[in-house]
């Protein structure tokens, strides 16, 4: 079983739309979350990172649940310029990341 | 304030031969990292450095694969010989502290 499993996708959407993403991880002891986003053929870069409080940043919304082991993204409004890859990424407090495969969410007009 | 870079972008290479990647982290960071993304594959760690020290070597696949960073700037991973299974796109990344900027990767295809 993967350490973090995400439903690849892809996740189609018209603009404006709300789209949320969920992530799974099976090791109890992570200690820190991520969300990044990767466009193709490109670099990942950190989007937000994920506490148990929630935490938003505009249109973007991340939540972790410990006791489930699930962390979740809604992107709300969403813009074409949204699509990309988005990869759950989990640390296990050793600075290790260890990511999802990703899902892909493709916006269109 | 320059990223992280790497070179080259792209390598083919045949079965056998050896390849070198080289990472130029952020200036100022002590922390350097190698991952892997292999064909349909996630992203995977293959090792981290602090400095000129191997923190963690955990994930480097097996012998044939030898990584540097000597006087703690930039970094070497060097894959020798190289095989079919190698090819992949080999990111590296740094920090200072907590958020890891990733290079835009090199590209390694083994004919």
């Known amino acids: 079983r993967k350490e973090v499993e995400q439903d690849p996708g892809p996740f189609n959407v018209p603009e404006g739309a709300t789209v949320a993403f969920n992530c799974t991880y099976s090791n109890s002891a992570s200690q820190s979350f991520f969300w990044y986003r990767q466009d193709c053929r490109k670099e990942p870069k950190l989007l937000m990172s994920?506490?148990?409080s929630g935490n938003e940043d505009g249109r973007f919304t991340a939540q972790l649940n410990r006791a489930s082991q699930y962390i979740s993204l809604l992107i709300r409004d969403s813009k074409l310029s949204d699509s990309a890859t988005y990869l759950c990424v989990e640390d296990l407090g050793t600075d290790k990341l260890i990511f999802g495969t990703g899902t892909r969410l493709q916006v269109f007009p | 304030e320059a990223g992280v870079t790497q070179f080259p972008s792209h390598s083919v290479i045949e079965k056998g031969q050896t390849v070198t990647l080289r990472c130029d982290p952020i200036s100022g960071h002590d922390n350097l990292y190698w991952y892997r993304r292999v064909m349909g594959k996630e992203i995977k760690f293959l090792l981290h450095?602090?400095?000129?020290?191997?923190?963690?070597e955990s994930g480097m696949p097996n012998n044939r694969f030898l990584a540097e960073r000597t006087g703690g700037t930039y970094s070497t991973l060097k894959v020798q010989p190289a095989e079919l299974e190698d090819s992949g796109v080999y990111f590296c990344?740094?920090?200072?502290?907590?958020?890891?900027?990733f290079g835009p990767g090199t590209r390694l295809t083994v004919l």
């Open positions: 450095f602090v400095k000129e020290s191997k923190q963690d």
């Open positions: 994920v506490y148990s």
């Open positions: 990344a740094s920090s200072y502290y907590n958020e890891q900027f």
